[in-house]
C-alpha cells in the first residue's frame, strides 16, 4: 500500500491553521497514524487509528478521513510544532509503510 | 519510564556485515512485539523489519530479504538486527520502535509503533 502525503512542504506562521493530506492507494479503513519528526530527534507517535489522539499530545492536533483519505490538523500552530510529520498505514502489513513526510516551516 | 537505546552502529565497507542493538527498559518487553524502522540521511522512514513477542512472526522488507535477520532475546530485554551484505543505500539512521501489541495483528487489532528509541548511524562506504 502506497502513501502520498501533501504538500512536502509548507510554510506557515505561528497561530495559522495547518492541513496535511495523506492519500492511500487503496482502502484502508481507519487504520492510518501520524507521527511528529523533529530535526535530531526520533519520531513521535501523534495520532492512531485515523483520529485517536496518543495520551499527552495537545489538543490542537487532530486527525480525519477513512478509505483513501485522510488529513492531520493542527488549529493553531505553535512554535515547536514546526517539524516533519509522517502518515503510516496500519491495515495491512507486512511491510508496514509510511507518506513521503511533509515539512512545516516557518514562514 | 520506557527507554530504547540502540547501539552497533558505524562505518562499514560494502559486503561486509554489522549486528545493531536495541537495549528496551522500562516496561515488559516480552509482552510487545518490536521493530526496525531506517531513514536514510534527508530522507523519510522505512520499515526495515519486525519480530512478535515470542519471535513467531517475523516480517522484513523487500530491500532488506535474505540479508538482514532480526531476533530478540527476553531474558535480556534486546532486540537484535543482523546485516550481512551491507550496501550503500543501507546507509541510514536504525531505529528500534516498540509496537502497541504482542503480536502482528488482523482484524480489529493493527499495530503501530511507540516510542522509539533516538537511533544509531550505519554508514556503508569503502
Known amino acids: 500500500i502506497q502513501l502520498t502525503q501533501s504538500p512536502s512542504s509548507l510554510s506557515a506562521s505561528v497561530g495559522d491553521r495547518v492541513t496535511i493530506t495523506c492519500r492511500a492507494s487503496?482502502?484502508?479503513?481507519?487504520?492510518l497514524a501520524w507521527y511528529q519528526q523533529k530535526p535530531g530527534k526520533a519520531p513521535k507517535l501523534l495520532i492512531y487509528?485515523?483520529?485517536t489522539l496518543q495520551s499527552g499530545v495537545p489538543s490542537r492536533f487532530s486527525g480525519s478521513g477513512s478509505g483513501t483519505d485522510f488529513t492531520l490538523t493542527i488549529s493553531s500552530l505553535q512554535p515547536e510544532d514546526f517539524a516533519t510529520y509522517y502518515c503510516?498505514?496500519?491495515?495491512?502489513?507486512?511491510?508496514?509503510?509510511f507518506g513521503q513526510g511533509t515539512k512545516v516551516e516557518i514562514k | 519510564e520506557v527507554q530504547l537505546v540502540e547501539s552497533g552502529g558505524g562505518l562499514v565497507q560494502p559486503g561486509r556485515s554489522l549486528r545493531l542493538s536495541c537495549a528496551a527498559s522500562?516496561?515488559?518487553?516480552?509482552?510487545?512485539?518490536m521493530h526496525w524502522v531506517r531513514q536514510a540521511p534527508g530522507k523519510g522512514l522505512e520499515w526495515v523489519s519486525g519480530?512478535?513477542?515470542?519471535?513467531?512472526?517475523?516480517g522484513y522488507a523487500d530491500s532488506v530479504k535474505g540479508r538482514f535477520t532480526i531476533s530478540r532475546d527476553n531474558a535480556k530485554n534486546s532486540l537484535y538486527l543482523q546485516m550481512n551484505s551491507l550496501r550503500a543505500e543501507d546507509t541510514a539512521l536504525y531505529y528500534c520502535?516498540?509496537?502497541?501489541?504482542?503480536?502482528?495483528?488482523?482484524?480489529?487489532?493493527?499495530?503501530?509503533?511507540?516510542?522509539w528509541g533516538q537511533g544509531t548511524l550505519v554508514t556503508v562506504s569503502s
Open positions: 503510516q498505514q496500519l491495515n495491512s502489513y507486512p511491510p508496514w509503510t
Open positions: 522500562g516496561f515488559t518487553f516480552d509482552d510487545y512485539a
Open positions: 487503496q482502502g484502508i479503513s481507519s487504520y
Open positions: 519480530i512478535s513477542w515470542n519471535s513467531g512472526s517475523i
Open positions: 487509528a485515523a483520529s
Open positions: 520502535a516498540k509496537d502497541v501489541h504482542p503480536a502482528f495483528c488482523g482484524g480489529d487489532c493493527h499495530n503501530w509503533f511507540d516510542p
